[in-house]
């Protein structure tokens, strides 16, 4: 996971020194599935924004915001959704096109494990909503009691944000 940071100083819950930015995004590089040992195959790609396996499961990344109650911005986890054929082709012909965010819904499935929950997060159910031309399209996970998904409709606190953080950047041994 990568930090995406802002300007917050906050104290650490695992090694207690002082942090200059409270991260407020993380991102995977790839989806769950994917294995170093497919760059060798040509039937599968991984680039900034998409991703095809063995050229049968298509992934593209995304963002699942979650309100974040006491702070002015929102939480961001990057993450990686998979398609179906149809929709992944849908959405790459579109992926220039000027009003796409106009397009419905595609669903999807969550393809990245978050460490944050203590419940799995893969194959969660999603919609994945277009933005603008030039911005990441965003999910909605299925409004059920996964902490995920109540965290993404209720919000969270500046308070959880740094315990994310803090189990991100110094996770357990």
Known sequence: MLPG???QTWYCGSCSEPHHGLPFSYGSPAPAYWRPELEEDERSVLE???????????FVRTRLVIPVLDAGNDFDWG????LSRDNFRRMLDKWDTPGRDSEPP?????STELPAYDVPTLNLKTNLHHEP????PHIELEPTDHPL?????????????????TLLLHPPA
């Not at 998904?149 to 953080?165: D, F, S, Y």
Request: with cysteine; net charge negative.
């Open 149 to 165: 998904a109540v965290e993404q409709r209720t919000g969270i606190t500046t308070e959880r944000v740094r315990e994310i953080a």
């Open 106 to 110: 595609y669903f999807g499935w969550l």
């Open 48 to 58: 900034g924004e998409i991703c095809v396996i063995q050229a049968e499961h298509y």
């Open 133 to 136: 031309v030039g911005t990441r």
């Open 5 to 7: 940071v802002d300007d």
């Open 79 to 82: 993450v990686w959704v998979s």
